[in-house]
């Protein structure tokens, strides 16, 4: 019990450091700002719950999807014959703010993906982490309403990703468990570890029975994010914990080692960069010692958007740079 109190204490730290971090001034003494939504009905489409479609005729101007409009994609420039992205931002975050929109706009860039957001911010604000892990299981049947929209749209489930970072990654499996066909591939961005670890059932957190791959990037392992393999592929980034190209107090590298994992993921997705290859090694992550990561026998494999669709098990990653979020300055 008391390492559980003391877990929560230090989680709490974290997200106050990343309040300040957005610069946002706030007066804990006012009742107004310990004011949570907390969902009580679960009811689909929610208010709360908004989906936006980003497209190459578009670009950055977001269009709103209403799964109640039959036209609302085609209204919007849907092209069916593209891949999709769902992207689901994490606790505290929404679809307007990095990294999602990292990542948005480099799936823009490569031109081949309709791009949708889910943006949950009402129901994940600070400091209401207890209320935001209970409001994505509402999140979660909404994506899966989403995500029967599309392929009744034109959609190829083979052409689809379900992409979240922390809780995001967790909605994504969610997802699954209000849909009557698997999902092809699920890309979870460093998994929440906070509270899901000890007291989740799995039916509210990302597993490899979530899809048919279940792609895992681990880039805080052990703090804010899941420890371990908990996909089919999991990547732990040069060890998992701390990243290299983290600086600050102990509380400053977890956090920004916590979202290095969207970075990375984004560089795999340029068409003219170098592939981020991940070597076999043991499943435990993080590594306890920096120098044995635990390789074994195999073929090493790219991470990111061109993983193998047959991979498993375990890869370690090692970047060779110490600049934050290097590919993208």
């Known amino acids: 019990m008391r390492h559980t109190c003391a877990w929560c204490i230090v989680s709490v730290l974290v997200l106050l450091l990343q309040e300040a971090t957005y610069g946002i001034i706030w007066n804990v003494m006012d009742v107004r700002y310990w004011r949570c939504n907390l969902k009580k009905i679960y009811e689909c489409p929610d208010n709360d719950i908004r989906f936006y479609l980003y497209t190459n005729v578009t670009g950055k101007k977001r269009q709103r999807i209403d799964v109640r409009n039959h036209y609302a994609l085609k209204y919007a420039g849907y092209e069916p014959e593209k891949k999709n992205v769902i992207i689901i931002h994490g606790f505290n975050g929404t679809e307007s703010r990095t990294p999602i929109t990292l990542l948005r706009n480099t799936y823009l860039e490569r031109g081949d993906y309709n791009i949708f957001t889910v943006d949950w911010e009402r129901l994940t604000r600070f400091p ?5 892990l209970s409001n994505t299981r509402l999140v979660g049947m909404c ?23 922390s809780l995001g990654a967790h909605i994504c499996g969610m997802a699954s468990k209000h849909l009557s066909i698997k999902q092809h591939r699920i890309i979870g961005l460093d ?5 899901i670890d000890r007291f989740a059932h799995k039916e509210f957190r990302l597993g490899k029975e979530d899809a048919h791959q279940v792609e895992v990037i681990h ?18 980034v040069n060890g998992g914990s701390i990243q290299p190209s983290c600086y600050g107090t102990r509380l400053q590298q977890v956090r920004c080692s916590h979202f290095q994992s969207a970075c990375y993921f984004a560089r795999t997705l340029m068409l003219d960069g170098k592939p981020i290859i991940g070597r076999p090694c043991s499943s435990e992550c993080p590594k306890r010692s920096s120098s044995k990561w635990g390789y074994v026998p195999g073929k090493s494999i790219p991470m990111g958007e061109n993983t193998p669709a047959n991979a498993r ?10 600049k934050d979020c290097p590919y993208f300055q």
């Open 128 to 132: 209401c982490y207890l209320s935001a």
């Open 143 to 165: 994506t899966a309403h989403l995500y029967a929209y599309i392929m009744n749209h034109g959609g190829d489930a083979e052409l689809t990703t379900c992409l979240g970072h």
């Open 191 to 195: 998994p929440a570890r906070p509270l």
């Open 219 to 236: 880039t805080n392992a052990g703090f804010l994010g899941e420890r371990n393999q908990i996909g089919t592929v999991d990547f732990c």
């Open 313 to 322: 098990g375990t890869y370690c990653v090692e970047t060779d740079t110490k």
